[in-house]
């Protein structure tokens, strides 16, 4: 993902744009709020814009984007997200992340970026206590600060 100024950010194609804020989180209803509220005076603006509550079915389909923790994927935003991760968690992770799923129904999503591994497994563990409906509502939001993470890192300024 290319860094953008912000008066490029502003001005860019929709079309083109919307494909940079898709790689940022896959909902659609969130890219197209994003590019409404153009022109933007700053980052800070930007970003309170594309902080929003996301639907179920918005947080289903985006989950489909993201590797689970542990399994790092070849390249990509996640890739660098989840470098907090070593191997030695590899199979600690494997077996959390089949525990979580068995329970929710969907991969343990968390803004990894900065945080390592002990602390990324005590979260899942932590969450397992949530019922289906609350641990959907946390992903979600989870997906939010992702992308605000990769919308920060995509517009300078």
Known sequence: MTELSMAEFNSADSRELRETLTGCLAVPRWAERV?????YPDKAALLAAADLVLQPDEIHAAMAAHPRIGEKPASGAANTEQSGVD??????????????????????????????????????????????????????????????LRLEKAVAG
């Not at 030695?88 to 990894?112: C, M, P, Q, T, W």
């Open 87 to 148: 191997e030695s968690d590899a199979k600690l992770f494997r077996e959390a992340n089949i525990e979580y799923e068995n329970r929710f129904g969907h991969v343990f999503l968390v803004r990894a970026s900065g945080r390592g591994g002990s602390e990324l497994l005590a979260l899942l563990r932590a969450r397992m206590a949530n019922d289906p409906e609350t641990e959907l509502a946390v992903a979600g939001e989870e997906l939010i600060k992702i992308a605000l």
């Open 35 to 39: 590019l409404a509220g153009r022109p």
